[in-house]
């Protein structure tokens, strides 16, 4: 299924490498300070934003962004 989600992007070298389905903006900025202080190098920069994106749901009920389409 095709929705808008809240997502905290993580860019190494200005790349996309992983994203994370997040319930409110809160959360991703929560998220995106805990990833900052933990993480010591300089290339990987992390984003929240709000995404349009092909979504997944697990067993458990966890939504997972498969991609990220780009308008």
Do not use: P, W
């Not at 995106?32 to 934003?49: D, F, H, L, P, V």
């Amino acid at each position: 299924m095709i929705e808008v989600v809240v997502a905290l992007c993580m860019f190494i070298q200005g790349e996309l490498v992983e994203h994370r389905v997040k319930n409110k903006m809160s959360d991703c900025l929560e998220g995106k300070r805990t990833a900052e202080r933990n993480n010591g190098s300089n290339n990987i920069q992390y984003k929240c934003g709000k995404v349009k994106a092909e979504i997944s749901v697990d067993s458990q009920g966890y939504k997972h962004i498969e991609n990220i389409i780009k308008e």
